[in-house]
């Protein structure tokens, strides 16, 4: 039979009721399991058998949105986290430690860059930041003896920017580390990062997954492509016994599962960045209607960026669907049916006029959000980037007067009709 297409797959995969069982994902709200014998239980402390025992490492109703989103992005195994930061910090951590290095584009989400420049260096894992328009020779350069792995984000958040993944993957490769891809705003509706070489990918599933601004997640997808045997002395953690499960060694038992076994049996383990079943159950929901909402939101998007760029009180728009964008190249290669519902703008006069701007939206709220039902906004230089210096700012390519607007679910005549009657305040 022939594959199906994404739509259905974001309704059905993950799981098959059988005869009699509930049709929707059950929330297995338990903390635990219960066995007839104490050896079985032995057994699944050992990683000898599959099955659950406690809900810090696995629950039923997480396990099956995770392999909806697996079976999304086209890739072999997944795990959700308790949000797309500790997604982003076990992807990293799950092959850095102490003394390692890895290498980011500098246009990522605010709190990622934070994480990895400040928090994991307090780790003593060092992330030089890139410009990633930066020739393929100078990115060469920065490769290290301790170099595990590069990371960039589809869609950059806030400068809606494209990664180039393509190229990533082959620099990645080239130095024998894999390519770790957020795909938050492109989600797998719009782009798949591991058609294109990306080998781990991670979602803040908070935003368009969910969609409705109701919980707070995240997600790792492995693709199983990544040959960490390969690569056995730069992945001691992957390739050689891990001794908390009596010698067991992750890419010889699992194979193309050991990447997400490991991030599961060891960080999860330690750090119990769990999502709860409930919000995962939430979450699920909100996957049912994904690829309608992705289509909606990109087509709204579109007809407000174009309305802005008409108007003549605003200096400058970004959205990788106009044809006069930068990124427009990019577009029509990775996500030729729709980016994101996220554009930004300034408006002529600069910052102090964006920001009074903002307060005079009455549909659409200033918010710490994005990427949901309804339409928000907010100034990143004042918000998300705020503990950002002015350099980095600019190193992020955040303007002064950036306004993040996330375009929502409402219908695309009243957000324009919203936007115009800010407009003529100011
Ligand atoms: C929001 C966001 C994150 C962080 O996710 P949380 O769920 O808020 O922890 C990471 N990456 C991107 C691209 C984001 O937009």
Not at 35 to 42: N, R
Not at 170 to 181: C, D, E, Q, S
Request: hydrophobic letters at 35%; glycine letters at 8%; charged letters at 20%.
């Amino acid at each position: 039979m022939k594959e199906n297409h994404i739509g259905t797959k974001c309704i059905h995969e993950g799981y098959k009721p059988g005869n009699g069982e509930p049709r929707q994902v059950p929330v297995c709200q338990s903390t635990t399991f219960k066995y007839e014998t104490s050896d079985e239980m032995g057994q699944l402390f050992d990683l000898e058998k599959e099955g659950y025992f406690y809900t810090r490492l696995q629950n039923p109703t997480n396990d099956a949105v995770a392999a909806k989103i697996a079976a999304l992005e086209g890739g072999v195994a997944a795990m959700l986290t308790s949000s797309g930061q500790a997604a982003n910090f076990m992807a990293v951590f799950n092959i850095c430690e102490a003394g390692d290095h890895f290498i980011s584009s500098s246009s990522i989400y605010g709190g990622t860059f934070n994480l990895f420049t400040v928090t994991m260096k307090k780790m003593g894992i060092e992330c030089t930041v890139i410009d990633q328009d930066m020739p393929e020779e100078e990115i060469d350069k920065l490769f290290k003896p301790n170099t595990k792995a590069v990371f960039g984000e589809t869609i950059t958040n806030p400068t809606v920017n494209i990664f180039d993944i393509e190229k990533f993957a082959g620099i990645a490769h080239k130095h024998g580390v894999p390519l770790i891809v957020d795909n938050t705003f492109a989600t797998p509706v719009n782009c798949r990062p591991f058609e294109w070489g990306a080998d781990i990918v991670t979602h803040s599933t908070t935003k368009y997954m969910d969609g409705h601004a109701a919980g707070v997640g995240g997600c790792i997808v492995d693709s199983g492509n990544f040959d960490w045997m390969a690569y056995a002395d730069k992945f001691p953690g992957l390739t050689t016994p891990d001794e908390s499960y009596h010698g067991i060694t992750y890419a010889e038992r699992f194979g193309k599962g050991a990447y997400i076994t490991k991030a599961t049996a060891q960080l999860m383990r330690d750090l119990g960045c769990i999502q709860s079943p409930q919000n995962a159950f939430y979450l699920n929901l909100g996957l049912e209607s994904l690829h309608l909402r992705m289509k909606q939101h990109c087509n709204s998007a579109l007809a407000v960026a174009k309305y802005l760029e008409s108007n003549s009180k605003v200096a400058w728009v970004k959205y990788p669907a106009l044809e006069s964008d930068t990124s427009y190249n990019l577009y029509k290669k990775y996500m030729p049916e729709g980016s994101c519902g996220v554009l930004c703008f300034g408006l002529k006069g600069g910052r102090d006029v964006s920001v009074g701007f903002m307060d005079k939206l009455k549909l659409a709220s200033i918010e710490t959000h994005v990427a949901d039902s309804r339409t928000c906004l907010l100034h990143p230089a004042s918000h998300t980037h705020r503990q950002m210096t002015e350099e980095q700012l600019a190193e992020a390519g955040v303007a002064p007067d950036l306004i993040r607007f996330s375009v929502g679910l409402e219908d695309p005549e009243d957000i324009i009709a919203d936007l115009q009657q800010a407009l003529d305040c100011i």
